[in-house]
């Protein structure tokens, strides 16, 4: 396929495709999306050192009950401050316990304070409720330690901006409120716990808002606290959680569809811009370089890696992620991790870098990073469809390898969710537990025959076999595996002929297995007067205890 990348004085007309192509195309959205609701009746605790507290208090007399948490001391001695600090919100009490902690969100904040004789509930004492509706933190630091705090919690420190910003957002925040809820949780494909074997842990490591916790040994997201960041699906090696708004199908849809009609209009390859709607959007505008194409998320980390590789796999020249001074801390460190991986890859595979994270100080460079891309080989567009997380990450992979050295090497990397697992023969029982305990059927077992098959394409390295194994003979090796085939291939780890009863001659079991039960409990006094019932089945075993039985009656007294 010939392609080349227009000329500057053809800046204008790519321009006019990204709006015909970007105004023609839609994210298919559910329609009627699932929400929570929230319910405030505006009752606010106000946090922090008491003048400055008072103070906030009184320009909240139009919300519903206030109550001050004096936990600093005041922060002036000047008179005149004092006095127009007395005068102020005469009406609301203050409070001086020592804050224990602070839990929950917009309508429903539990406030835990010391008293003399253990602890209690500050919104039960200051205003004869079961919780604060709105909770207005001055402290000098959070008194909730969250990289996105809970919707109802505002922390304004003594910024009087914030202050002032927050005092005007507060009225507004009485009644009944619906959010989204952003991303949900299929417990069939998750691999945290299996028959009581802890395994992933990816989604707890990233969440920014403590929205998601192990409960009774299964994933559960508190819709209330999710912001919708998306690191959690990001994260999540199986898509047991995936993102709702939009769903991973539909942002693969959509890429798919900018990328083929941008190509065929503008006959050049098009820059994917991910950018969050929040803070990222503000700073886009229409002097953007008319290659790029703009795609507005919650977060910019709901774009996984398996939507870069798809979009780039079906034609675009280059993925930019916009990073900006407000996303989270947790939420950089994943991106930058994930566009590591993506570059890693690229250069196993003999690829340019295709993914950049830029700040939004960077954003001078775009054109320049724009034009150096333009130069880049062109990539034919793939005919693979999007599936599952997965196959589709896969199926992009091996489409980009393809387009350079197709290579079929295995990039060793720590910590990825994808590899190997390796199987010590000689001490291998065949029981089968890392079978029963796979959450992707990775692993199988050998049907009628003693056998244990691994397929490395479904391994997402989360060590259950490995836990599950009572030999201890599985150890795992985190890799990407460019030789496709290899790697959907189904390997034998292990596998031996059945051992068949002596009496009947049924398999029953394999050889290693009845040889460690002979060489474990083979001594033992209960078997000692005939070792060879442990070489039958059980049925046959049962027989010929009763046919023993019956032969000297005397003998099961003794």
Known sequence: MSMHFKSSESLTDLKQVRQQVLGQTQILQNLIPPTVSYTTEGNVLVIGPEDLARLAADKLSNMGQRAILANESITSQDEAHLEKVMAAAEDVESYYNKLIEIKGFLGQ???????????????????????????????????????????????????????????????????????????????????????GIEGCNRCLNFCPADAISSVAKKIEIDPYLCHGAGSCTNACPTGAISYDLPTPQALHSYLHKIVSRFREQAQTAPVILFHDGANGAALINEELHGAILPVELEEITVASMDHWMSALAWGARQIIVLNTDATAPTLTQMLNGEQQLANDIFDEMGQPQRVSVINQNQLGELSALVETSASWPVIVPGEFAATTKRATLYAAIDHLNSQAASTDTCLSKSNIPFGKVTVNTDNCTLCLSCVSTCPTQALTDGGDLPALHFVEQDCIQCGLCESACPEKVISLTSQMNFDAAARQQRQTLNEEAPFECIRCGTPFATQSMVKRMLDVVGGHSAFSANTERLKMCGDCRVKDMFEDILQDPEKQLR
């Open 109 to 195: 904040f539990q406030v835990k304070v010391e008293i003399e004789n253990g602890t209690a509930d500050l919104s039960l004492v200051a205003i004869r409720k079961a919780h604060f509706d709105l909770i207005l933190d001055l402290s000098q630091s959070p008194c909730i330690n969250l990289e996105m705090l809970p919707p109802g919690y505002f922390y304004v420190g003594q910024d009087e901006d914030k202050l002032a910003d927050a005092i005007a957002q507060l009225p507004d925040l009485v009644g009944q409120f619906d959010k989204p809820r952003y991303v949900k949780v299929n417990s069939n494909i998750c691999a945290h716990n299996r028959n």
